[in-house]
């Protein structure tokens, strides 16, 4: 976790400690994973320091008397590594594929897993961040809690672009080095239902 104990809320600080150490070891596996259907060393993302930082947002969507009228949270793709997503069972998170918006209905005990922008970029696009919102509902309040994998809350002069084994004559580098947290600068500069911070990297 990015900060000491001390600084999470006394109400939750216990369970999310716990939870946070459940998460690094499923993390753990995703990372072992996905490094070998790159086709990589099963430990190279592990070895690149995709998990030497995590960090969770916790969000709380009151009910809303209009949803039509807003919005939960606005479109974006994650600006991290890999993002764990646990949500209750009021729903609203929705994913984009082929240009419509797909319900990602709430299933007790599952957890949802999405590609960050950083696993696009370090994967060459051979993984795609996954564009999503939340619906506003006038059921509520819904609560969601997001384990980001990244590490733009650390000190870090780590630069990530696209990993060397994975380019060739016929899949040259598609984006520029960056820092974790120069890319999260990027993100809350572009702000929710704007462009992605990935298009100032491209080349
Ligand atoms: O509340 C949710 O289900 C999604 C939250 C989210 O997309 C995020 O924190 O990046
Ligand atoms: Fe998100």
Not at 80 to 90: M, N, R, S
Not at 146 to 155: E, R, V
Not at 174 to 187: A, G, M, Q, V
Request: a negative charge; one cysteine or more.
């Amino acid at each position: 976790m990015a900060f000491p104990p001390e600084e999470y809320p006394a109400a939750c600080r216990d369970m999310l400690i716990e939870y946070s150490e459940h998460v690094q070891r499923l993390g753990q596996i995703l990372f072992t994973l996905l490094s070998e259907a790159l086709g990589l060393n099963p430990a190279h993302l592990t070895d690149m320091g995709c998990m030497d930082g995590h960090f969770f947002l916790c969000h709380y969507y009151p009910a809303c008397p209009e949803p039509n009228r807003t919005i939960g949270h606005g479109k974006h793709c994650d600006p991290d590594f890999l993002t764990i997503l646990l949500q209750d069972h009021i729903g609203g998170l929705q994913v984009l594929h082929e240009d419509q918006w797909i319900d990602v209905h709430p299933q007790e005990g599952a957890l949802i897993v999405n590609i960050g922008d950083l696993f696009q970029l370090i994967s060459n696009d051979k993984f795609k961040s996954v564009e999503h919102r939340v619906l506003a509902k006038s059921e509520g309040p819904r609560i969601s809690l997001a384990c980001f994998f990244t590490t733009h809350f650390q000190p870090s002069n780590k630069l990530y672009g696209p990993i060397k084994e994975l380019l060739s004559a016929d899949s040259p580098p598609l984006y520029k080095e960056t820092l974790t947290k120069d890319y999260l600068n990027s993100f809350c500069y572009l702000g929710l239902d704007n462009d992605s911070p990935l298009d100032l990297l491209r080349l």
